[in-house]
């Protein structure tokens, strides 16, 4: 396993005048030259200096050595220097900074047998030495799985990441784009088939359980929790994953969709037979208690079951006038 070392680069500022200046001397040994071949070539006598084409051709070298070693880093980015396949640290000091000119500037990666022998050129991967450590977002796809009872569902989840460590980003994984991209979908097909997609029974035991569409915050801390400790071998940081669309499967959602208007329907009778209930009970001890009228067990029944009718019926109820005594 990689580990980052943080290292220190030099002001490129100075290291600019520095190539500027062996530019200017290299120029000036180049005109030298210049002067002296255009004497010889009008007084036979004289020959071209030929150290001022020495010099300047040493000067410009050198201004070329100097310059390439120049790079800038802005806000969020960083450089890893590897000298000859060696890794050698990460700078991470913004603006123009000064490095050791043979540091690489590409890293690439990938099964270079698999190249030469498919030679298909897409197979490696060519990173530059500055990486970004931003925050970043992965928009998955949206993918169809099972849930915890086997129900077919399609769901999609946003990964808000960054490198962390860009030296795992960089060595210990082949290419950490993909490397995300395919963690990230399979830490959310292994989250989905955990839970469920919502509660089968109003009061079954499952109704505290956690659910995909229940407990959004819930599944998203698991989905985050499932990435970061993936990803965390590739110095990748999980800042946020949530769930993006969450449905049943276009061949079970009508069948669902009757399940949950069932459910619906048996949990708001079942608050109504609960309060028709409570209502019939405070009714007839209030009557008894109060002396209205007196219960015997037939009337109570009698009572109680005119009075379920009209709580619990689906129309209002039709007034019927009773000229007669209540036992008639």
Not at 46 to 63: H, K, Q, R, Y
Not at 174 to 198: F, G, K, N, P
């Amino acid at each position: 396993m990689s580990t980052e070392k943080i290292i220190k680069s030099k002001s490129g500022w100075l290291f600019l005048l520095i190539a500027i200046a062996l530019f200017v001397i290299a120029v000036l040994f180049l005109a030298n030259f210049v002067i002296s071949a255009i004497a010889a070539d009008r007084n036979p006598r004289l020959e071209p200096s030929v150290p001022s084409i020495i010099g300047a051709l040493v000067f410009f070298f050198a201004g070329l050595f100097v310059s390439s070693g120049l790079f800038s880093l802005q806000p969020g980015q960083a450089r890893v220097c590897v000298l000859f396949g060696k890794y050698i640290g990460t700078v991470k000091d913004e603006g123009l900074r000064w490095a050791n000119p043979y540091y690489a500037k590409t890293l690439s990666a990938g099964n270079l047998s698999t190249l030469v022998t498919v030679g298909d050129t897409s197979s490696v991967n060519v990173h530059t030495s500055i990486i970004s450590t931003r925050a970043r977002t992965l928009n998955g796809d949206v993918l169809k799985v099972n849930d915890r009872m086997g129900n077919p569902i399609e769901i999609a989840e946003v990964v808000v990441w960054r490198v962390s460590d860009t030296a795992k980003a960089l060595f210990d994984v082949d290419d950490y784009d993909s490397y995300v991209a395919m963690q990230a979908e399979t830490a959310l097909r292994h989250v989905a088939s955990i839970y469920s997609y919502d509660h089968m029974e109003d009061e079954s035991e499952s109704n505290t359980a956690i659910t995909l569409r229940s407990n959004i915050e819930e599944v998203s801390e698991a989905l985050q929790s499932e990435l970061s400790r993936n990803l965390s071998v590739a110095g990748i940081t999980v800042d946020d994953a949530r769930l993006t669309h969450l449905s049943y499967a276009p061949e079970i959602a009508q069948a669902m969709l009757r399940r949950q208007q069932a459910e619906a329907i048996i949990a708001a009778r079942k608050k109504i037979v609960e309060g028709a209930v409570s209502m019939v009970d405070m009714a007839l001890t209030q009557l008894s208690e109060n002396g209205v009228v007196e219960f015997d067990e037939d009337r109570k029944a009698v009572m109680a079951s005119n009075l379920m009718v009209v709580l619990c019926g689906e129309s209002e109820a039709q007034p019927v006038l009773n000229t007669g005594s209540l036992q008639q």
